[in-house]
């Protein structure tokens, strides 16, 4: 297949998308559909006109605009589609902030946002389990009973880091960048946002008795995903008018994969994450947050990184196909929520925040 009929079919591809989107949007306000009945009825030359390559959705969103990344282990592959389709608008973050999982891919995108999306797809599919959880589950649990408190050593974690961060310090990133810890201690929320990045990023993502603690600062820092797993709240704090949410999904997680003692310590986490989404969701009553949207259920675990590809493509598809429908809004987001948080279900409170 020659690169020009490629391009075609992923223009195609694109035209397409926009064109459902644009009946769904009819549907709504009970018009007739057109382009998609366009695109059926088009001469094939014509189906394959080019489109516009970058979607302007700038103009909807105010700035300061904040990406805000989630925790999730390997779903954090999710992440790696939303970017790659987020590459083709003019959303560029003024703020990026991220917890566990999300604060390293945060971090590789605050590094370079142009060349984020290709860098992230260079670093998932290389992952591997032993990469990120080392060793087997019974060989360190017997280790747990020389009174060590943590199941996994994370020095390979910190070797994978180490081998892909953008710069050594925080103030080094071409964005202003925010990884969200939690004091073991005190129980506070602690947002990292100058100094070493690397063991900023441990510490985001050290799961309490998965990983060991992080010493920084005179503080015990672990994962981030106790106090606030998709930080919106944070973006807030630090001046962001507008939110882009990279949500790994993991709220739409069937608690029945949670099968092995990580993953059961993970969904414990993910339960009480919940309860801290919703309550930072009401800030769409001041302003908008575009939630994008993750795989509706996630059937694999958060050890298991077998499935980055698929992850990521589906998480690719659903993207596009929002970012395409709001293309077709011609006036700048009021406050509220575009998009649909996969723990709506279960938490009836989101649902008068949804707009679109």
């Not at 910190?158 to 202003?176: F, G, K």
Request: aromatic share 6%.
């Amino acid at each position: 297949m020659s690169r020009q009929h490629e391009h075609d079919r992923t223009h195609r591809r694109m035209l397409r998308r926009r064109a459902k989107a644009e009946q769904r949007t009819a549907s709504l306000h009970g018009e007739a559909p057109s382009l998609l009945d366009e695109l059926d009825a088009a001469a094939p030359s014509e189906a394959l006109a080019p489109v516009a390559d970058i979607l302007d959705l700038a103009r909807l969103l105010p700035r300061p605009l904040a990406w805000v990344l989630g925790g999730g282990g390997s779903y954090g592959a999710v992440q790696m589609g939303m970017v790659r389709a987020l590459a083709g608008t003019d959303l560029a973050p003024d703020l990026v902030v991220g917890t566990s999982v999300g604060s390293l891919n945060g971090a590789v995108i605050a590094g370079d946002p142009a060349r984020g999306p290709e860098k992230l797809a260079e670093l998932w599919p290389q992952i591997e389990r032993r990469d990120v959880f080392p060793g087997t589950i019974w060989a360190n649990a017997i280790a747990l009973r020389q009174n060590r408190t943590y199941l996994f050593d994370s020095g390979p974690l910190s070797d994978l880091i180490t081998a892909q961060i953008p710069a050594r310090r925080i103030e080094d990133l071409a964005v202003p960048f925010v990884a969200v810890a939690t004091d073991l201690d005190t129980g506070q929320r602690v947002e990292i946002d100058s100094g070493e990045l690397r063991s900023a990023l441990l510490a985001s993502a050290a799961i309490p008795g998965i990983y060991p603690w992080v010493e920084r600062d005179g503080r015990r820092l672990v994962d981030g995903g106790l106090v606030a797993n998709v930080p919106i709240g944070v973006a807030a704090d630090r001046g962001a008018r507008s939110i882009l949410v990279l949500d790994c999904g993991t709220f739409g997680v069937q608690g029945r994969w949670a099968e092995s003692l990580v993953a059961v310590v993970y969904q414990a986490l993910i339960i009480a994450a919940r309860q801290q989404v919703v309550r930072d969701l009401q800030i769409a009553r001041e302003l908008p947050i575009v939630y994008l949207p993750a795989p509706s259920t996630l059937t694999t675990t958060i050890l298991d990184f077998g499935h980055t590809q698929a992850l990521a493509a589906e998480a690719y598809d659903e993207a596009v196909t929002m970012l395409a429908a709001l293309h077709l809004v011609d006036e700048p987001l009021a406050p509220g929520l575009y998009g649909v948080p996969p723990l709506k279900e279960d938490h009836p409170e989101v649902a008068p925040l949804i707009r679109w």
